[in-house]
């Protein structure tokens, strides 16, 4: 048996991010509050965090729930029904607004799940959260399905998402598939009379410590590649995560410096919409993925 749901297409099963075939594996739908201000609104997202992950960064902050083999006990949901359940309880205490995060390894649930929602007469938002390593193909699929595309744009060089994400094709992939995600939505984000947004595209980008020059480039392709008028989010929250083997030049948070650098190239490329961070937020986003799921 063979993968076709990310461009890694792997011959056999388990794949690269070792995914059940067979079943979802869901971590947990939480209220998060922490998303962009769009999406988050003032009660939340309710977020489902898929299991695994087609990456494997080694400096994943979900690492507990992304990696290819994980503890049995984080895994609380196993069908779509189980899904459903828990999301359209979460979405009584949030507002009207679902993210699928990381679900790339299962996005042929994403219709099953939508559907089950409208089922019960309920219609969120979507948010399709992907770290960007998607194939073209499957995005005009679960184009009907999806509200918003939430996507990392990780790297622009491709040795540096070789050694960090074992994917040295990433910055074609991601671009390709981020061109798509902006055909079909366009550079705008409406917005209803709460500020919540409905349609559209975010790209996020995590600044990395000693990787300056990066970001700066992944800003320059999404400026010359799509428009000055998409939203990005620009992220300075990255933190060395605990229990993991990291290169040295992941040890530790990025600096006042070199966020600023990538601040300034942001606005002088023409940026004018989307969010930057305090530095602290270093401190501010560090998930707990347990019996309770919380960010510190």
């Known amino acids: 048996m063979s993968c076709q749901k990310c461009p890694r297409r792997c011959n056999a099963l388990p794949g690269f991010c070792h995914s059940d075939s067979k079943s979802p594996e869901v971590a947990a739908v939480y209220a998060h509050t922490g998303e962009e201000p769009p999406i988050s609104g003032r009660k939340g997202i309710s977020n489902i965090f898929f299991a695994h992950c087609n990456l494997q960064c080694v400096f994943c902050q979900n690492h507990r729930i992304s990696r290819a083999k994980v503890d049995p006990d984080l895994i609380t949901l196993h069908s779509v029904e189980q899904i459903v ?54 995005l005009q699929r679960i184009a009907p399905n999806v509200d918003i595309y939430l996507p ?19 910055p074609e992939v991601a671009a390709l598939a981020i061109k798509e995600m902006y055909n079909q939505k366009g550079s705008s984000l409406p917005t209803d009379d709460d500020d919540m ?8 980008h995590l600044v ?36 993991v083997e990291l290169p040295d030049q992941l040890s530790r948070c990025i600096s006042e410096e070199e966020y600023r650098e990538v601040t300034d190239a942001f606005y002088r490329l023409g940026f004018h919409n989307g969010w930057v961070q305090e530095l602290d937020a270093s401190s501010n986003y560090r998930p707990k993925f347990d019996s309770n799921i919380s960010f510190e």
Not at 91 to 116: F, K, M, R, W
Not at 197 to 204: K, N, P, Q, T
């Open 85 to 138: 359940d828990a999301t359209a309880a979460s979405l009584q205490q949030t507002e009207n607004i679902v993210g699928l995060v990381s679900a790339t390894q299962y996005n042929d649930l994403v219709e099953p799940i939508v559907e089950g929602l409208h089922s019960r007469g309920l219609y969120p938002t979507v948010v399709y959260n992907t770290n960007g390593y998607e194939s073209v193909e499957v």
């Open 152 to 170: 990392d744009f990780k790297y622009s060089d491709g040795d540096l998402a070789r050694r960090f994400s074992n994917a040295a094709d990433y």
């Open 197 to 204: 947004a409905f349609r559209g595209l975010i790209v996020r």
């Open 208 to 243: 990395l410590p000693g990787q300056v020059q990066n970001s700066i480039r992944c800003l320059e392709w999404l400026a010359d590649n799509l428009s000055t008028n998409i939203h990005i989010s620009l992220m300075a929250q990255y933190f060395p995560p605990d229990g």
